[in-house]
């Protein structure tokens, strides 16, 4: 593809004028599939749980009262239940909303990557010196975007008409495109601030952060207005409360045109705002620069030691990254747990949600919730590190470094091991500074914790991620670059195994398919042995594999 | 060939299918020689190198560095070598000092009087990211990496790319005072002139296969010159033909186009009885000059070409 398109500039040819449109199609596809995956899923497996949990109108009734209880407590993150005691209506709290920050960060991450990725990989300048404008570029990638956005949120759309189907319900289709038209919004102002932000910055890390900054300022802003009044004044610049102003699919819900278009007009003038700064900068360089330092030039080696230690090397060249898991963990810990009271006391009172308190093993509701959710969300912490630890060990791969080292006098099942300890060490400093926050927040919360299942829960969420780290291990060693793509997969299966085989009543082994499951509630009912058992096993032998694999493959060709 | 040898391979062979990769190759370096491994792209070049790495494993054959086997013994062999890849690394946002520290903690030591040394030599600022450097102070990069250890073997795939003719010279100087210290020196290059410079001798590759291993004398010998003649009466055209290592004589009106071997004396003298308005010299690439010997290539059967 790059050699057609640098061999032939876009517009030198009938129809060259899309090349670029067609690439941009193409290089989105892996993402557009996971994202595209889980709109279905998530709406459609909340449907599935929403008939299994609501057969008769009493149920549909009692859920209704209690997701509006538990509503306040998750305002900090989705939007408050609205007719929850219908199929759509829950679907919408519990399937839809959740799309809006997927949809979101999916925008951020392909703009950072379009501008930055490709630019540091000389492709930006290989497209330029053909007859294209910068401006252009920047439009044929935008239109890209929006049309595979556009996909992703019409497959979210029928996953949200078959999950409402699932619930013995129905929606119109007007309503899932007015619903649909706020998520695309949504999706799209957040590419226009990826696409604004990477101008800013020369990094992709550096317009992840600034863009990721801005989306969770306007984030942070609609949620505190939805829990306190007085901020609502202020929430209408947030996309994400115009976003949340649809309601189309809820019964009696709403399409707020004017928000919709206001979240249309905002990504045209952020695309417009980085088009012109595309225009203005120089390639390879931020918008604008600091002035230079004067300083002295160096001839000398760093006398860092560090960078002379296997695995500490690996966690001083993360340490900017690794840094934010870690604050992010601690700040999740402590989040969920300041919280656990009040909902513990919801789980307590509601028939339907006592079973979250039974299923932990415990008698304790708050309890209950710091090992449902905090725990669940540590996981998935994890698994995501895992999963960007893997991407870092493919771009390793094809950006040359691992030749350079295998050149050196260091055996290639080192350099699988080093991956594997610096791996353990990063997970084991995000859950036990997490686990540390909750440790301290737990009992001004009147939450009763076990110091020593609190450590053992910390502990295997280490080997949870290992457990993560070594599949992707085992696939990079063959197939580096369906690594990624691959270990998303299982950790989405991992997610989703657990919610359905109850619904489609699947035999208990299928539970074991999950990694997610393996872990088990240590916090609360004791080990699952044979969970732990098994990723045992997927660690020894997948990085045995991978470290067989290593010794084996060729490198560099 | 007598004395101790650096690097020796017996049919080593990559055989990516579809007739590309390497094919049969049997090799010698000697200790303290430096050379050359000349070819188009896609010869093999590369391919030889990444098998003497241990980067790729050899389809057949085996490949030796000072006598250490390059798959069995491969960390030995590396503690031998200083390498310099043909694309350098992503090093993202790492100084270039980091770099140099990183890739000494995985040789286990640096010298750092050798680095300042180097760095001074190389006009190379250490003290940028890696990101922001050039692609020739990339390069710069590379050698350093290549040289700081005084190995006893240096692998250089091609590794003037993108360095000024300045940078080039002081490369020249590094690579003459490593083989002073007893260096041995692989360089690979599809510039015959580059390595002409540096070299005492080279191999010639084609399609993965072996075409001639030659002393830069015997390359000289080989060499011609493209000549181009623009003549204000008539060409003197039999004259030229009959002129010992006159070749390819083309006339296109008032035109000449001729290749020379050897000798220029003789057509020298030709043209200076005739009235001449414009003469121009070309050096010929690599495959014009070995174009007899990769006609030939074609013609044989596989394996039989080295």
């Not at chain 1, 949809?103 to 990725?117: F, V």
């Not at chain 1, 939805?226 to 609502?232: E, G, M």
Request: charged share 15%; glycine share 12%; aromatic share 8%.
């Amino acid at each position: 593809m790059t050699k057609e398109l640098m061999g032939s500039g876009p517009s030198s040819r009938p129809g060259g004028t899309a090349v670029m449109a067609r690439y941009g199609l193409r290089s989105h596809r892996w993402t557009f599939a996971a994202v595209a995956l889980l709109g279905f899923i998530a709406p459609y497996s909340t449907g599935m749980a929403y008939a299994a949990a609501a057969g008769t109108e009493a149920l549909r009734a009692a859920l209704g009262r209690e997701t509006v209880a538990l509503g306040p407590q998750l305002a900090y993150l989705i939007p408050l239940p609205l007719h929850p005691e219908t199929a759509a209506g829950y679907i919408w709290w519990k399937g839809v909303t959740w799309m809006t920050l997927v949809l979101a960060a999916w925008g951020l991450a392909a703009a950072t990557g379009i501008i930055r990725n490709e630019e540091e990989r000389g492709l930006t300048e290989s497209w330029l010196s053909s007859p294209l404008g910068r401006v252009n570029l920047l439009l044929q990638r935008t239109g890209a975007f929006a049309l595979i956005a556009l996909a992703a949120v019409a497959i979210t759309g029928l996953g949200t008409a078959a999950g409402v189907a699932a619930g013995r319900s129905s929606v119109g289709l007007l309503a899932l495109v007015e619903q649909g038209s706020a998520l695309l919004g949504i999706c799209l102002v957040s590419f226009g601030v990826g696409l604004a932000a990477a101008q800013i910055s020369a990094t992709r890390r550096g317009g992840l952060m600034v863009g990721g900054l801005v989306l969770i300022a306007c984030y942070v802003l609609d949620a505190l207005a939805r829990v306190n009044p007085s901020l609502a004044g202020w929430a209408v610049i947030s996309p994400f409360h115009l976003a949340d102003l649809t309601t189309a699919v809820v019964p009696e819900g709403q399409f707020n045109g004017a928000a919709t278009i206001s979240l249309y007009a905002i990504a045209v003038a952020l695309v417009v705002i980085a088009a012109a700064s595309f225009r203005r900068r120089d390639l390879y360089s931020a918008l604008a620069r600091w002035p230079a330092r004067v300083r002295g030039v160096s001839r000398e080696p760093s006398n860092n030691p560090l960078l002379r230690f296997p695995v500490l090397r690996e966690l001083w060249e993360q340490r900017v990254g690794l840094a934010g898991w870690v604050l992010g963990s601690m700040v999740g810990a402590g989040l969920v747990v300041s919280l656990a009271r009040g909902a513990g006391k919801l789980l307590r009172s509601s028939p339907s949600f006592s079973g979250y308190i039974r299923a932990a093993g415990t008698s304790s509701a708050a309890t209950a919730v710091v090992s449902s959710i905090w725990l669940s969300i540590a996981a998935m912490i994890g698994a995501a590190y895992a999963i960007a630890s893997v991407s870092h060990w493919a771009s390793e791969d094809s950006g040359g470094r691992l030749e350079m080292e295998i050149a050196q006098p260091w055996p290639r099942w080192k350099l699988v091991l080093e991956r594997g300890l610096a791996l353990t060490a990063a997970s084991f400093a995000m859950s036990a500074l997490g686990s540390l926050v909750v440790g301290a927040v737990a009992p001004g919360q009147g939450v009763a914790l076990s110091a020593g299942r609190l450590v053992v829960a910390s502990l295997l969420l280490v080997l949870l991620t290992l457990t993560f780290g070594s599949l992707g291990a085992l696939i990079i060693a063959r197939f580096p670059r369906a690594a990624v793509p691959g270990l998303a997969f299982v950790a989405l299966l991992s997610f989703y195994v657990p919610l359905l085989a109850p619904l489609f009543r699947w035999p208990a082994w299928v539970l074991n398919v999950s990694l997610f499951h393996l872990y088990g509630t240590p916090l609360t009912s004791g080990l699952y042995w044979t969970g732990i058992g098994i990723m045992a096993v997927i660690v020894v032998v997948g990085f045995t594999i991978a470290v067989v694999a290593m010794r084996v493959r060729d490198v560099g060709s | 060939m007598g004395g101790e040898v650096a690097i020796r391979t017996e049919g080593l062979t990559k055989d990516y299918g579809e007739s590309r990769g390497l094919f049969d190759l049997n090799l010698e370096v000697a200790a303290g020689e430096t050379f050359g491994y000349l070819g188009p792209n896609g010869a093999g070049k590369t391919t030889t190198i990444r098998l003497l790495m241990d980067m790729i494993r050899p389809s057949g054959g085996w490949a030796l560095v000072f006598d250490t086997d390059c798959q069995k013994r491969p960390v030995e062999v590396k503690r031998l070598i200083g390498y310099l890849p043909a694309e350098m690394p992503q090093w993202g946002g790492l100084r270039g000092r980091e770099v140099v520290a990183y890739v000494g903690g995985l040789r286990g030591g640096i010298d750092s009087s050798r680095i300042s040394n180097l760095t001074n030599r190389l006009d190379l600022d250490l003290g940028r990211r890696y990101r922001e450097y050039s692609s020739g102070n990339k390069r710069k990069l590379g050698l350093l990496l290549a040289f700081m250890h005084r190995s006893r073997l240096l692998v250089l795939d091609e590794p003037t790319n993108g360095l000024d003719p300045l940078i080039q010279q002081e490369f020249n100087g590094m690579v003459a005072e490593a083989t002073a210290d007893g260096a041995t020196v692989l360089i690979s290059s599809h510039v015959l002139s580059e390595v002409e410079r540096v070299c005492t001798r080279v191999a010639i590759l084609k399609g993965g296969r072996l075409v001639r291993v030659a002393s830069i004398a015997d390359i000289h010998q080989l060499r011609f010159r493209r000549l181009e003649v623009d003549f204000v009466g008539a060409v003197p055209l039999e004259k030229v033909r009959s002129l010992v290592g006159v070749d390819q004589v083309v006339v296109e009106g008032h035109h000449l186009t001729c290749t020379v071997h050897g000798d220029f004396g003789p057509l020298l003298q030709l043209l200076g009885r005739s009235e001449v308005v414009n003469l121009t010299t070309h050096e010929p690439n690599l495959e014009e000059i070995f174009l007899p010997y990769f006609r030939d290539l074609a013609q044989q059967t596989p394996g039989s070409s080295s």
